[in-house]
């Protein structure tokens, strides 16, 4: 009985040696440690990725109200370095990648100005093409950091 508690006793502390020797490894493994910091990065380029449903029909539509409601106020806006809009046959899906100087600029336009100028997009599909609601529906939404 009495071995059998030191076994016990012994597998206990194996066990918790093996616990805080795993954690005090990770915690000074330097690659994970560099690495780490990345989410909080806002002094390089970033890239805001957007992914839409654009049916082929509704292409040159979708392709004129980014042109006459996004371009012009985008170009106001500090920190925008530009952008590129790409469509996928197959898929029926745009990609929109937007250009900020970095994270900061971008992330301090009010979202009351975005969605101001969202619903003004849509009125405008909605009205060009003489639907009830847009069919340009938002897929993805992320952002992607320039890499050293």
């Known amino acids: 009985m009495k071995f059998d508690c030191n076994i016990k006793k012994s597998i206990k502390f194996l066990f918790c040696l093996g616990i805080f020797l795993s954690t005090f490894l990770y915690q000074n493994n330097s ?6 910091p990345m989410h909080d990065f806002k002094d390089g380029l970033v890239i805001e990725e957007l992914r839409l449903t654009v049916p082929s029909e509704f292409k040159e539509v979708w392709l004129e109200a980014e042109k006459t409601i996004w371009d012009p106020w985008l170009s106001n806006q ?3 370095l530009g952008r590129q809009l790409f469509w996928d046959k197959e898929k029926e899906e745009a990609l929109i990648l937007v250009s900020w100087q970095n ?3 971008w ?3 009010p979202l009351e100005e975005v969605t101001q100028v969202q619903e003004k997009f849509e009125q405008n599909v909605i009205t060009s093409l003489n639907v009830k609601e847009n069919p340009f529906q938002l897929v993805y939404e992320g952002e992607l950091d320039k890499q050293v």
């Open 107 to 109: 992330k301090n336009i």
């Open 78 to 80: 500090d920190g925008f």
């Open 103 to 105: 994270k900061k600029l």
């Open 31 to 36: 690659k994970i440690v560099n690495s780490l």
